[in-house]
């Protein structure tokens, strides 16, 4: 049995979304447009002007905040729902051979020539929400509230939600009640998956900066060895995960770059470790990150270093933890209107987000789920690949459909 409401918000969602095939069309035409001209991270200049430009057309109210881009379209008495959807592209030289794959290039912050992709798909999130802010402002008589469109700068350098933040996101729009984000990833195209708590990990890199004492390599005895001491202090870490964390809790500690010396006859007088790690619990991200800087500061002691360590946190991604009352409200949604075979468990993601920090920053419930992209005869690449190609049927409409659906469980008539 269903109750009337939820049978009432379906109905919503469905004479929204009748009139899928007419922007279908435009949203495939947006998507090869999208994938051609990708932007790097906070450098997404003509993609945020070609947003506005097409909300601005909708009847949305636009603002542009902290180098992204919100839409805000009030709809009479309900609540306010808050759909973001990532607007950056990655330093990946495409090698999909799609007929419209990037041949963009740019120069990254180290100076250095780099290819531009879309390999995150974040071009699908900007179709999809442009798609269902489109769908929403055309059939306005099916649903009543406030709907708000947020497009996102820089999530891959974890910067964008931050820049919209201290650029006054908070203040400069209404506070939803709820929040949603979404994502393509490699799983069935048309598939969506949904996970209550955490979904994804939260992600911190560490510059750790070791000092030793330089001297020449035939007399070790003049100098502190740095290198002995970062070997001593990567092994002595892996530690941490081993010894220190409950078994079946989850955190990944990993040495990605160590770095010291230049030749084998001088003994340096630095070392640079770059640490990343990831958890799911707020407790246990803080217990690791003490205890590396423990293990850290042990080890210089033992060897006699003759600087403290030196730690730098960049890179910080927050933990995406979905509310479980509204997640479970989204699955039902999805479940009536795709149907049982379409809609899945997720599971959690190692990968990180920086999703959470606007729910977050206003104190609200949110929810973020996944959208297959590949189709069953299509080699399925991860996320980041160089060969990251989603289907653009049915990924697109199943990425617009979830939107409305979702929001329409909340602003649907008779939703409650
Ligand atoms: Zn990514
Ligand atoms: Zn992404």
Known sequence: ???AGEMSAMAGAGDVLKRIDETRTWQEQLYRHLHAHPELSSHEVRTAAEIARRLREWGYEVQHIGGGVVGVLANGNGRTVLMRADIDALPVTELTGLPYASTVTAVDESGAAVGVAHACGHDVHITCLLGAAALLSGARQAWSGTFIALFQPAEETAAGARAMLADGLTSRIPRPDVAFGQHVLNHEAGVLGWQAGPVLSAGDSIRITLSGRGSHGSMPH?????????ASVVLRLQTIVAREVEPGEFA?????????????????DHAVLLV???????EIRERVIASIERIVR????????????AFEYYDQFPLTDN???VTARVAAAFREYFGEDRVVELGRITASEDFSRVPDAFGIPYSYWGVGGFTRDQQAYPNHSPHFAPAIHPTLDAGTE?????TLAYLGEDAS
């Open 402 to 406: 979830a939107i409305v659906v979702a």
């Open 276 to 282: 990343n790690v990831r958890t799911y619990d707020a």
């Open 298 to 309: 042990a080890e210089c002691e033992a060897s006699g270093s003759p600087e403290p360590p």
């Open 1 to 3: 049995m269903r109750a």
């Open 323 to 325: 509310d479980p009352t």
């Open 222 to 230: 003049l100098g502190v060895d740095p290198v002995v001491l970062a």
């Open 252 to 268: 990944v500690v990993t040495v990605g770059s160590s770095v010291a010396g230049t030749k084998s006859n001088i003994i340096a």
